[in-house]
């Protein structure tokens, strides 16, 4: 089931990736770690390199404000209820983004998010890839 590639072909050139491999880089939480790996490498096609960014940005937004969250709510003697809400929701948000990315990769559409994936791309471009 592996393709060859040709001697015409680019020296990075791979296989094409199947879909569940992109799928498991959007798994919320779980995919930080092979998004994380397959930048490391540098290694893969277009489209996985893109989407490993948007998850490590989804997955790095999450935990910064849950932690910030987190904190104020423990810190807090006036509104930390409040903050917990809040906490929830953001961990709600993260879970539905993801599920909804995973959607729309298994539908065959584009797995960007309009303002994540501009991020992803100025920071995590310089840096991992």
Request: proline content about 6%; hydrophobic content about 45%.
């Amino acid at each position: 089931m592996l393709e060859e590639v040709s001697p015409l072909s680019p020296p990075n050139a791979q296989c094409p990736i199947s879909k569940t491999q992109l799928l498991l880089h959007l798994v919320p939480i779980i995919g930080f770690f092979p998004s994380l790996w397959t930048l490391y490498r540098g290694q893969g096609s277009r489209e996985q390199l893109a989407i490993s960014r948007l998850s490590i940005t989804l997955a790095l937004t999450w935990l910064l404000g849950y932690l910030l969250l987190a904190t104020g709510a423990a810190t807090s003697d006036f509104f930390p209820l409040r903050l917990f809400i809040l906490n929830s929701f953001l961990t709600s948000g993260y879970f539905l983004v993801s599920v909804w990315l995973i959607l729309r990769l298994m539908q065959g559409k584009s797995g960007r998010l309009p303002g994540f994936s501009n991020l992803a791309e100025r920071v995590f471009g310089k840096y991992l890839s």
